[in-house]
């Protein structure tokens, strides 16, 4: 049986380890290698976790953080970058600069900032380390709507409000921001994608299910696994979130773990 010749591309992601694997890099990883993209990684904190919630926090250095970094980008040919939990100041810094410096290529930051269970992912502050620094060195930014509020010290509770919030977070520093409102209720799922001139609406039936751990980690990589692959970036957003409500879908019986289960990134469910 022969083989193919074709090389992947490579994406880098830059995120706190899961335990659980619903999340971070972990689903990073799945992403990555669910949509054809060669997967590297830099771990920036390693945490206790499962379906019901986070136990404890322990953040890397930025010197092994960096380390990490430098060993993939000296090798590899990255052609895009996932960013998801930081943690720290130090490790918020440290990415933006080499973003600054060129070092990391199609930059998608997920502000990992509150877990879905509610758990605080950073120490405080760094919120602000993130707008200051990062997000000027950003292509796209895709904070959830607790993310925003954390961000812009507002709380957002009309579609008006996320359309102002969308326009606010990305005078920041983003070239894109797709502002996620899942956390509304109603019959749809309705993102945002501002470019600072105009916003452009993305809608998806709301999936009944309680498996929505590490959703938002999952779009972020599914984004940058399609910039990787050379579309572009509207066409990934799409691509992105079209992947993540299959993934959804795929996992809305599942019972794995007791609280808030994974997503299905590899499309069991269909092939099974």
Same mark, same amino acid.
Request: aromatic content about 6%; overall charge negative.
């Given at each position: 049986?022969g083989? %193919?010749?074709?090389?992947p591309p ?7 380890? =899961? ?13 990555f290698?669910? &949509?054809?993209?060669?997967?590297a ?14 136990s404890r ?20 040919v990255?052609?895009a970058?996932?960013v ?6 130090e ?10 410096e ?8 997920d502000?990992v *900032?509150v877990a879905?269970? $509610?758990?605080?992912? *950073?120490n405080? $502050?760094? =919120?602000?380390?993130?707008a200051?620094? &990062?997000?000027?060195?950003t292509? &796209? ?12 010290k507002?709380?957002?509770t009309?579609?008006q409000? *996320?359309i102002?919030?969308a326009?606010t977070i ?9 502002l996620?409102g ?7 799922s ?8 105009s916003?452009l609406?993305?809608?998806?039936p709301?999936i009944?299910?309680?498996n929505l751990?590490?959703?938002g980690?999952t779009?972020s %990589?599914?984004?940058?696994a399609?910039?990787a692959?050379?579309? =572009? ?8 979130k ?6 959804i879908?795929?996992?809305a019986l599942?019972a ?12 069991? %469910?269909?092939?099974?």
């Open positions: 049986m083989t %193919s010749s074709k090389t490579v994406g880098l992601a830059i995120a706190g380890s =899961d335990s659980g694997a619903g999340a971070g890099i972990q689903a990073d990883i799945k992403t290698s669910a &949509l054809g993209v060669y997967a990684t830099a771990v920036t904190a390693v945490t206790a976790q499962n379906t019901k919630g986070v926090v322990q953040i890397l250095q930025p010197d092994m953080v960096e380390a990490q970094i430098a060993a993939v980008t000296s090798d590899f990255v052609r970058t996932k998801g939990m930081l943690g720290s100041f490790n918020v810094s440290l990415v933006a600069r080499l973003a600054s060129g070092q990391l290529e199609k930059l998608v930051v502000p *900032m879905a269970s $509610g758990d605080r992912l *950073m405080p $502050g760094v =919120d602000r380390a993130y200051d620094l &990062l997000f000027p060195n292509l &796209l930014l895709t904070p959830n709507l607790r993310e925003a509020e954390v961000l812009l507002a709380t957002i009309s579609r409000e *996320m102002e919030a326009f990305r005078s920041t520093g983003p070239t894109f921001v797709l996620k899942g956390h509304f209720d109603g019959e749809e309705v993102d945002l994608l501002c470019d600072g001139n916003v609406e993305l809608r998806a709301r009944a299910t309680a751990h590490g959703t980690c779009l %990589s599914a984004i940058a399609h910039l692959k050379g579309f =572009d970036l509207v066409s990934a957003v799409k691509a992105g079209a992947y993540v409500q299959r993934s879908k795929g996992s599942w794995i773990g007791s609280g808030s289960g994974p997503l299905d990134h590899f499309n069991w %469910s269909e092939t099974s």
